[in-house]
């Protein structure tokens, strides 16, 4: 059993899978509490599926660039999930990856302040690295990538999750963190 997470985005996602199909899905739109209800959000829809953390071998999970508290939140339940059982297997992959899915797209998360995380994917191979950006850039971003074919996707609009997650699972798109150590969030806004 796969159980992939998301908490990075003002949304909160769980979809869980096995022998590479979607066996539920959870998704609760416009969260800015994640921190408040992720817990009794997991327990319910495991419950839901007659299932423990215990029960479950392997996470996938986003690790930001997204709101600093949401990659937080996830980051570190899986993370101390790892610490008490080394076994569990863990899998990451970018906010930004995740959301454009194999398509020809220009990635784009509102990260406030007239700001954008940004990247472009082809293929799921990276045209432009992931970047903090400001509006007249994204309009650059655009004029230079939409005559080639490219699509705009903002902030997990008209995402298919489901489809996007078992895309990059079957690409080995997301990426296996073996050590505690080596799992962390991306970060890219500075404070100052």
């Known amino acids: 059993m796969k159980l992939f997470i998301d908490t990075t985005?003002?949304?909160?996602?769980?979809?869980?899978?096995?022998?590479?199909?979607?066996i539920d899905q959870f998704l609760l739109d416009n969260?800015?509490?994640?921190?408040?209800?992720?817990?009794?959000?997991?327990?319910?829809?495991?419950k839901r599926n007659n299932?423990?953390?215990?029960?479950?071998?392997?996470?996938?999970?986003?690790?930001?660039?997204?709101?600093y508290t949401?990659?937080?939140?996830?980051?570190s339940?899986?993370?101390?999930?790892k610490v008490?059982?080394?076994?569990?297997?863990?899998?990451?992959?970018d906010s930004l990856k995740f959301q454009a899915g194999n398509e020809n797209k220009i990635s784009l998360i509102n990260a406030r302040s007239n700001k954008f995380y940004a990247s472009v994917l082809s293929d799921y191979k990276i045209k432009e690295a992931i970047q903090l950006i400001n509006q007249?850039?994204?309009?650059?971003?655009?004029?230079?990538?939409?005559?080639?074919?490219?699509i705009q996707v903002i902030d997990y609009?008209?995402?298919?999750?489901?489809?996007?997650?078992?895309d990059l699972i079957k690409h080995n798109q997301f990426v296996l963190i073996e050590k505690v150590e080596d799992l962390k969030p991306i970060y890219i806004k500075n404070f100052i």
């Open 9 to 22: 985005n003002w949304k909160l996602i769980f979809i869980l899978i096995k022998d590479e199909q979607i």
């Open 31 to 46: 969260t800015k509490k994640i921190s408040d209800i992720f817990f009794d959000s997991l327990n319910l829809f495991l």
């Open 51 to 67: 299932l423990t953390l215990k029960m479950l071998n392997d996470f996938y999970l986003t690790i930001g660039p997204g709101s």
């Open 70 to 75: 949401g990659v937080r939140i996830g980051l």
């Open 77 to 81: 339940m899986v993370k101390t999930l």
């Open 84 to 93: 008490l059982n080394p076994q569990i297997n863990v899998f990451v992959v």
């Open 136 to 150: 007249d850039q994204v309009d650059t971003l655009f004029e230079q990538y939409v005559q080639k074919g490219y």
């Open 157 to 166: 609009q008209n995402v298919d999750f489901g489809l996007n997650v078992l």
